[in-house]
């Protein structure tokens, strides 16, 4: 199993920038997809992106496509969520996890651990 971290989060006005740090750790790390969620209060937790540790395959949602960058730095076990041109409706608490494939880490359920706002102001 890999155990995450999510940290980074703070506000920010719509049209910044901000980065996301997910520190991982665990012995399959390196078979794992590594994905960043949101949830805003009320609402379903959203799939926002994800990359795969072995061969940096990366997957987007739609709503943030050409705006955010997932990408991990291999000797700080970490993986960036860059987020370029936010919006408000970037606002939510970002959370991270990883599981052994990317079907699995958005449809296993699991605990999320603490997670770090980000909330964007118009």
């Known amino acids: 199993q890999v155990q995450t971290v999510a940290s980074g989060g703070g506000p920010v006005q719509a049209g910044g920038s901000l980065r996301l740090s997910c520190g991982a750790s665990?012995?399959?790390?390196?078979?794992?997809?590594v994905g960043w969620f949101r949830q805003v209060p009320g609402k379903e937790r959203d799939f926002v992106a994800a990359?795969?540790?072995?061969?940096?395959?990366?997957n987007y949602a739609d709503s943030v496509t050409g705006r955010f960058t997932i990408s991990k730095d291999n000797a700080r076990s970490t993986v960036y969520l860059q987020m370029d041109s936010l919006k408000p409706e970037d606002t939510a608490v970002y959370y991270c996890?990883?599981?052994?494939?990317?079907?699995?880490?958005?449809?296993?359920?699991?605990?999320w651990g603490q997670g770090t706002q980000v909330t964007v102001s118009s």
């Open positions: 665990g012995r399959t790390l390196g078979r794992s997809v």
């Open positions: 996890a990883a599981d052994l494939s990317l079907v699995s880490l958005r449809r296993t359920p699991r605990s």
């Open positions: 990359i795969r540790w072995s061969d940096e395959n990366k």
